[in-house]
């Protein structure tokens, strides 16, 4: 039973083009959702999150759109650079903070100069 | 450096076997998460440790055990490894900030 889903395993943008990420998810007690991102070798660094109480949510470069309603989020990189090629993975959890998170299973992204 | 750190990095033995991998949170972590990645899967939920008590349980199997000491360091134990035991295994740390966890690099483990 996957809960949240990232239906395209990879993803290749040019460089200073918009990376746009999707994520579905199923469970409606999910609340709090984040994005991670990996590079290998390394474990998943945190990028950036969004409660259920907003629908979007910007830093920097990155902004995550929350619709509730179909159950979907999105990850924006504008402009997407070189460094931003990685494994993206999608989480949530129907708590905020310190608890267990639910996986996606990654998107791989890679920004071709 | 995430400030979690994992050991050993790599880790290769036999089916039947039994190994030890072992988490050191990030200072003043009370929370330890492990996660386990099989190839082209995401990451799956084991089991979390709350200033030693175990706080939530995951799709973790029997044969596997974790505990977290007084010094909040933790050990996830397998046993009777088969092959599709192979994965990374990833340890993380919380406190409730609401940004989610600190992760450490993993352990690749391989079951031959």
């Known amino acids: 039973d996957q809960q949240v889903k990232q239906n395209s395993p990879s993803l290749s943008v040019q460089e200073g083009r918009i990376s746009i990420l999707n994520c579905d998810y199923t469970?409606?007690?999910?609340?709090?959702f984040l994005w991670y991102k990996k590079y290998p070798a390394e474990g998943p660094t945190f990028l950036i999150s969004i409660s259920s109480i907003k629908d979007k949510n910007e830093d920097g470069r990155f902004t995550v759109f929350l619709n509730k309603s179909a159950k979907h989020l999105s990850l924006h990189i504008v402009p997407s650079q070189p460094g931003d090629s990685a494994v993206y993975f999608c989480a949530a959890s129907d708590q905020e903070g310190a608890q267990k998170l639910v996986f996606g299973q990654g998107t791989r992204l890679t920004i071709n100069p | 450096d995430s400030g979690v750190t994992q050991t050993p990095k790599h880790l290769i033995t036999a089916t039947g076997q039994r190994v030890t991998l072992r988490c050191s949170p990030r200072?003043?972590?009370?929370?330890v998460y492990w996660y386990q990645q099989s190839l082209d899967q995401g990451l799956q939920f084991l089991i979390q440790y709350y200033n030693g008590e175990e706080r939530a349980k995951g799709n973790i199997l029997e044969r596997f055990s974790a505990q977290q000491f007084p010094d909040l360091h933790s050990e996830l134990n397998l046993s009777s490894l088969e092959l599709g035991d192979s994965a990374l295994y990833f340890c993380a740390s919380s406190v409730t900030t609401g940004r989610g966890y600190t992760f450490g690099s993993g352990t690749r483990l391989t079951v031959v």
């Open positions: 200072s003043g972590d009370l929370s």
């Open positions: 469970n409606s007690m999910f609340d709090y």
